[in-house]
């Protein structure tokens, strides 16, 4: 069922509104671009920290945020739990380069809705954007 503030004006569906975070500029600013080129997101902006990443939630409203699980100054299983005391209705799926294995607990703990790996496509990440968004859990095979 869908609220006012899923539908843009005229009747069409408002497209997810999408903040990165991570801390290595090339992969965010290529992710951002994806999320941007396709008409179901909109990309708010991009974090490359969890301080950054508290405001930015807190002034643009996304509806999802894509996580780096390893950043310099707070991780991305810490920054989530932080994000989801304040903002229970935000979704967020942690990105990480490696697995999360021994750490499995900490992630579903924190709330996240899903765990992608970045060596994946691009398409990947977005379908995992766009299904996280639904409701379903993501969590890639290779990822324990």
Known sequence: MSSDADVAPGGRARPTRVLVVDDH??????????????????CVGHAQSAAEAYWLVAHHSPDVVTMDLQMPD??????????????PDLLILIL?????????????????????????????????????????????????
Do not use: C, W
């Open 74 to 87: 707070v991780d991305g299983i810490a920054a989530t739990a932080h994000l989801m005391a304040h903002h």
């Open 25 to 42: 500029t090339v992969f965010a600013e290529m992710l951002s671009m994806a999320i941007s080129s396709d008409p179901l997101y909109e």
């Open 96 to 144: 990480t380069a490696h697995a999360v294995g021994s750490r499995m607990n900490e992630v579903l703990e924190s709330g996240a809705v899903g765990v992608v790996l970045k060596d994946g496509s691009l398409a990947t990440i977005l379908g995992a954007i766009g299904s996280a968004r639904h409701g379903t859990f993501q969590l890639a095979p290779s990822i324990i």
